[in-house]
């Protein structure tokens, strides 16, 4: 089996320690820091919340349709 992406995470420390050796003594593994982006969804972090868009993606597509300058449009038919 080969796994290419995976996260994990605790707000115990020591958990998130423990399963790291778990998992390294296994797989080789690579570490990095906070995560901001994964699987194209961008994660923003802050105490107590965390916050999961696709902005940078939808980017991508709007361009490739020659949409960038598009004006956003309410779901129920009326503009914002």
């Known amino acids: 089996m080969y796994v290419y992406d995976i996260i994990f995470g605790s ?37 107590g919340s965390i916050f999961l868009s696709q902005t940078k993606y939808l ?9 960038e300058d598009s004006k956003p449009v309410h779901p129920y038919g009326y503009r914002m």
Do not use: D, P
């Not at 050796?21 to 820091?33: A, D, T």
């Not at 597509?61 to 020659?66: A, R, S, V």
């Open 59 to 67: 980017k991508k597509i709007l361009k490739k349709y020659g949409m």
């Open 11 to 47: 707000n115990e420390e020591a958990m998130s320690q423990s399963f790291a050796l778990v998992m390294q003594k296994e797989f080789e593994m690579s570490f990095l820091r906070e995560l901001t982006y994964f699987l194209g969804l961008q994660i923003q972090q802050n105490e």
